[in-house]
């Protein structure tokens, strides 16, 4: 019987999904792609065949309408008995993470996303957020033998990876883990988001947590910054920030501080002091003089280029990586585990820009490992928590390669 994979959304991060999913169907099997959005199916499926991704013409794709209520998922229910997938990659966006990975729980078939479960309407909820929703899973999960890969992606995803392969291979122990994740290409708007703009822009409107001298802290949204000479693209001002993987790595990594950072443009960051000062990031409703309420993130993100938009004109490259320093054999070490990523190049292979990309490849590694048998847990996983060398190894292979430097 032929496998079947269930790609839940049809953004940028899902698009490259189902090509690589289609690259490798030989492993992986018929793809469904399942959104709101039947004409970003379309253009989706259209760009795998026009790029001449599919590796088992003999397998299929197939396109199915999915309304994802947070609080209801009859419809995925519904879904899953109709297509029996071996596994759901849940790209959609965050805020419906637990209701997509119920279903999965409910219909036993694993499950895969890459980013922490969010509620839109509360903000600075103290760390970890994993304890406050997935999490509250994971004995469900081990009792009913179900696999649930959480954090797939790049960050989160493949620097979890990398700081289980740093303290595998490099380190007896580990002081300070600082993520770093930088995007220096230009893709020629005024201001654009890389990904779902209403994610994004709340995200970075949070406090910031982050995790040191072993203790959990917090500070305002970018007030804290540095200055990082990178590999191929030179010195950077990146942020501190809150972001999902710094919820789980403490758990899992023994290092005393573990802190994310990410790079932003003063231009970018002048345009994001505006919309918030002039309230377009509020996610509460709000009433025009029209009679109607509405959100005004959820309206900004409507007036802003649709991320999978930028790629065709995007030049530059981006950097994300881990910055480690420890002790072996009682010597000090500093490494810097890091990827380099072209937007031209993406644009080339799979039509979509680097962060897609970058975000997009990694969920679909972890899907491969697990119907391979090597990454089947039967039970709810974090990145961290499992082998990083056959995916580092496979990221490779699939355009993601991993550097390291002292």
């Known amino acids: 019987m032929n496998k079947m994979v269930l790609i839940i959304g049809a953004g940028g991060v899902a698009k490259v999904a189902a090509h690589k999913c289609a690259q490798n169907n030989d492993i992986l099997g018929n793809i469904c792609i399942a959104?709101?959005?039947?004409?970003?199916?379309?253009?989706?499926?259209?760009?795998?065949?026009?790029?001449?991704?599919?590796?088992?013409?003999?397998?299929?794709?197939?396109?199915k309408k999915l309304i994802i209520d947070s609080n209801n998922n009859s419809n995925i229910l519904q879904l899953i008995d109709e297509i029996k997938p071996n596994v759901v990659i849940n790209l959609a966006s965050p805020f419906c993470n637990m209701s997509i990975m119920e279903a999965c729980l409910e219909k036993k078939v694993a499950y895969i996303d890459t980013a922490v479960h969010e509620d839109p309407y509360t903000k600075n909820m103290p760390y970890p957020w994993y304890a406050n929703f997935e999490w509250k899973k994971k004995d469900e999960f081990l009792k009913n033998q179900v696999t649930a890969i959480i954090g797939a992606g790049f960050d989160p995803g493949v620097v979890n990876a990398y700081c289980a392969y740093a303290q595998k291979h490099y380190f007896d122990k580990i002081n300070t883990i600082d993520i770093m994740d930088v995007n220096a290409g230009n893709h020629g708007h005024f201001f654009a988001t890389n990904f779902n703009a209403e994610t994004n822009l709340h995200e970075i409107s949070e406090e910031v947590g982050y995790f040191e001298d072993k203790t959990w802290k917090q500070c305002s949204h970018l007030s804290k910054s540095r200055t990082y000479d990178f590999p191929e693209i030179g010195k950077y001002k990146v942020y501190l920030m809150g972001h999902d993987e710094i919820h789980s790595l403490p758990s899992f990594i023994n290092a005393n501080s573990i802190r994310f950072w990410m790079g932003f443009s003063?231009?970018?960051?002048?345009?994001?002091?505006?919309?918030?000062?002039?309230?377009?990031?509020?996610?509460?409703?709000?009433?025009?003089?029209?009679?109607?309420?509405?959100?005004?993130?959820?309206?900004?993100?409507?007036?802003?280029?649709?991320?999978?938009?930028?790629?065709?004109?995007?030049?530059g490259l981006t950097c994300i990586g881990n910055l480690i320093n420890g002790q072996k054999n009682g010597k000090p070490v500093e490494l810097f585990i890091y990827n380099i990523c072209d937007h031209k190049k993406c644009y080339e292979e799979v039509e979509s820009q680097a962060i897609s990309y970058t975000a997009g490849v990694p969920p679909v590694a972890a899907a491969i490992l697990y119907l391979k048998g090597i990454w089947k847990s039967g039970s709810m996983v974090n990145i961290e928590e499992l082998d990083p060398d056959p995916f580092i190894q496979l990221l490779a292979k699939m355009g993601l390669e991993t550097k390291v430097k002292d």
């Open 35 to 63: 959104s709101r959005s039947e004409n970003k199916i379309t253009n989706i499926i259209e760009s795998i065949y026009n790029k001449n991704n599919i590796k088992d013409s003999s397998k299929i794709i197939i396109s």
């Open 266 to 315: 003063d231009h970018y960051i002048n345009c994001f002091n505006v919309l918030k000062n002039c309230g377009l990031l509020n996610h509460n409703l709000v009433d025009l003089d029209t009679g109607q309420k509405v959100v005004p993130l959820k309206v900004l993100k409507a007036c802003l280029p649709d991320p999978d938009s930028l790629a065709h004109n995007y030049e």
